[in-house]
């Protein structure tokens, strides 16, 4: 990869994980971005790697960032992060796949990752910020799980799958496309 290749990289990465964040702590300000109800408009973004692999690295730092104001500290920083990269990497891989020239189920990791590690992470805890294994069940795993994956369902589909559209139609995939 070309030095100029590489700043671009970077580049791209650094702004999507500045509108990550900045999208996430604008829907925690309404309290939809933390806890069993989820509507992140960040989510949106997770189409991205549909687009380019420095999408990989810029939603991963994204959620690090956005989730250092969470109320779960750290657990959050390590799981929400980890579900964050492997939603990227399975929208990667999934970015070929596509009908009428869409790629309708790139934004389906991003679901499932969420659903299964964020949904897990939050039936352990029985109070924000108080982490119990004793309070992980199989009920509160499926809660946890149904309402992060209804979420971002919503949210992936609805607002993803425009921005997907349109930036193919405005041509930015292919700016995008040259940073990775």
């Given amino acids: 990869m070309s030095s100029s290749r590489k700043v671009r990289y970077i580049a791209v990465s650094a702004v999507i994980a500045a509108m990550y964040a900045g999208l996430t702590y604008l829907a925690a300000a309404m309290n939809l971005a933390y806890g069993p109800v989820q509507f992140r408009f960040s989510e949106a973004l997770t189409v991205l790697p549909v687009f380019t692999p420095a999408a990989v690295p810029g939603l991963m730092l994204g959620c690090l960032i956005a989730n250092l104001t969470s109320p779960f500290g750290i657990v959050d920083w390590v799981f929400g992060t980890l579900a964050s990269f492997v939603a990227a990497v399975g929208t990667l891989s999934l970015s070929r796949v596509r009908y009428k020239g869409i790629a309708w189920l790139a934004p389906l990791p991003p679901v499932i990752a969420n659903a299964v590690i964020v949904g897990f992470e939050l039936c352990c805890f029985s109070e924000a910020g108080v982490f119990s294994w004793g309070n992980a069940s199989l009920a509160g795993?499926?809660?946890?799980?149904?309402?992060?994956?209804?979420?971002?369902?919503?949210?992936?589909?609805?607002?993803?799958?425009?921005?997907?559209?349109?930036?193919?139609?405005?041509?930015?995939n292919r700016l995008m496309a040259s940073a990775g």
């Avoid at 971002?152 to 139609?169: F, W």
């Fill in 141 to 172: 795993f499926l809660a946890g799980a149904v309402s992060v994956g209804i979420g971002e369902l919503v949210v992936c589909y609805a607002l993803g799958v425009p921005l997907m559209i349109a930036i193919e139609k405005t041509g930015l």
